[in-house]
């Protein structure tokens, strides 16, 4: 659309947006204008805070299970990477926001047991708070807040703007769990295939979110891939290996091994190598 016509349809003072229609809220023109092109404001207006939920559904230490290498609690951490973060206990959360000293215009709340919020999710969500100035928006699990507005002690129970995203999902059963799972595998993987990493039949491939693996790499089925393992270049896993914490070296070929804390080089077929220092 040209500009002139853009203009035709955005008067002086005459501007009005029904944000509540979908199909307007998702047109270019309407994300164009409600959303900020630089997102330095996020990290300099945002006190990230993650709350420690406690569920007896799944564990008392859900907040620290470990899933794809990171705690419940790291991943939503990693969301907010960039921002000053402080991680709270549960129980009397809103109190203890409104207790918070900070000079961060922004106190974005969210909690341990939402693993799937990612940094493009909490970018909508501070986008969609901040062009349409508001004070307060409840989430689905959580909240975002101006600090401002919290000097005058809202009721924040009665608060009813909210919203909803699926990767706010709160992980409180073993289904949900296993779900988290695949979705951050999904990720991972996804994340090497685009960096030129082959993966053939990644179904069956675990990776951890901490593996480094080169441009060129061939994994095969049946490979798990933990801990800060690095892959080189001109390497291939074929079936059967589990490598943890270790370096595979450039061009190196292993098959059904298990490796752990070591460095391998060469054509490795059905050895196992343990805690070899690197």
Known sequence: MELEELNLLVKEDKFEIDVEDEELENSPIVSALL??????YIA??????????????VAQNLPYLNLCGKSMLDWVLLAGNGCESKVIEDGQVE????????DKKIIAVFYSDTPLLDRNTFIKIMDY???????FLRLERGFVVKTEY????????????????????????AKKLNLAHKVLQDRIRNFHINNGVVLLGDQNIFIDC????????????????KG????????ILFEG??????????????????????????????ENIINREV
Do not use: W
């Open 150 to 173: 919290l000097k005058s002690d809202p009721d924040l129970h009665r608060m009813t703007s909210e919203f909803d995203d699926k990767n706010l999902m709160i992980i409180d059963s």
């Open 95 to 102: 109190e203890k926001i409104k207790n918070i000293q900070t």
């Open 44 to 57: 300099n207006d945002t006190l990230f805070v993650v709350v420690k939920a406690l569920n007896d559904q």
């Open 241 to 270: 290996n589990i490598i943890e914490d270790s370096i595979v070296s450039n061009n190196t070929h292993l098959k059904c091994s298990y490796i752990e804390k070591s460095k391998v080089c060469g054509e490795i077929k059905n």
């Open 228 to 235: 800060n393992t690095i892959i080189q270049s001109g390497a």
């Open 210 to 225: 901490d593996v480094e693996i080169d441009k060129g790499v061939i994994i095969y089925p049946n490979n798990i891939i």
């Open 35 to 40: 959303k900020p092109i630089n997102h330095d």
């Open 129 to 135: 708070f901040s062009s349409r100035n508001m004070n």
